[in-house]
């Protein structure tokens, strides 16, 4: 009777652990997501007029502000903050702060990175060279520094943070180049809104790395003309790596924009 005793409690044992293996909840696999930045101080100006016309284009490679969907609410970083062009794409929330040119209530705007300040080293950093290393400097769109403070200000002390993009929809990709050599822009950058590492793969290859060319850019030595692309990317910011499947089919075209349905968190 002890001996079946004994057998019986094993048996359940059995049961109740192999029970307990099979409905164990798989652990969920956490995704990085960026978060806001410590507030720190820095200088905005601005360029351009009402339109902001003179925005267009930039170092960062966007094109037509307006129809890639980053509209007026932008800026040109200085050197130091632009980081080589690795800076392409990151939102900043600005502030006005300390001066009498300030709009009351302290008001604050959002801007994304689509250009560079580059330094001018025929005039002191305090006095005409604002955008020189070591300073952190915004220079704005008119029509965003008009929602901080007068214009007329020319200059203003400014309170600002990396904030996280907010998209509509996903990361989209412009091609530059030719069958041989494809060129990337890489738009519409959510999350950190930065872009560290990139590779393509194309519908006969296996994961091609892509080299850093300059701004929101990135290209690939590789005969690839007559196959469908998809596309891996890292983030600068979060190390957060998506993958875009089938991003362009095989009769993928120079001078065209391809949107996915990814993006960054």
Not at 61 to 80: I, P, R
Not at 88 to 105: A, E, L, M, N, P
Request: net charge positive; hydrophobic share 40%.
């Amino acid at each position: 009777m002890a001996s079946f005793t004994s057998w019986s409690f094993k048996f359940l044992f059995m049961t109740l652990a192999t029970f307990a293996i099979i409905s164990k909840p798989s652990l969920a696999v956490a995704v990085p997501v960026f978060q806001s930045s410590t507030w720190a101080v820095a200088h905005a100006t601005f360029y351009g007029d009402e339109s902001a016309s003179q925005t267009m284009g930039g170092a960062c490679g966007y094109g037509d502000l307006f129809s890639n969907g980053y509209g007026t609410d932008t800026a040109a970083l200085s050197t130091t903050l632009f980081n080589d062009g690795f800076a392409c794409g990151t939102c900043y929330q600005i502030k006005c702060v300390g001066s009498r040119w300030c709009y009351s209530g302290v008001p604050s705007t959002t801007v994304t990175a689509t250009n560079i300040c580059p330094p001018n080293w025929a005039q002191d950093s305090n006095n005409g060279g604002w955008c020189n290393p070591p300073r952190a400097h915004f220079d704005m769109s008119k029509p965003a520094f008009m929602k901080i403070a007068t214009w007329k200000a020319g200059i203003v002390p400014v309170m600002y943070r990396r904030v996280p993009c907010e998209r509509p929809g996903g990361v989209r990709f412009s091609f530059q180049g030719n069958g041989y050599w494809l060129l990337v822009y890489v738009m519409n950058v959510g999350g950190g809104g930065d872009i560290a590492n990139m590779w393509v793969k194309g519908s006969k290859t296996g994961w091609i790395s892509m080299s850093h060319n300059w701004g929101a850019s990135f290209q690939a030595f590789a005969a690839l003309g007559g196959q469908s692309l998809s596309f891996k990317l890292t983030s600068y910011s979060t190390k957060e790596t998506i993958i875009a499947w089938n991003v362009a089919p095989e009769n993928w075209n120079v001078g065209s924009t391809y949107k996915t349905d990814v993006n960054f968190h």
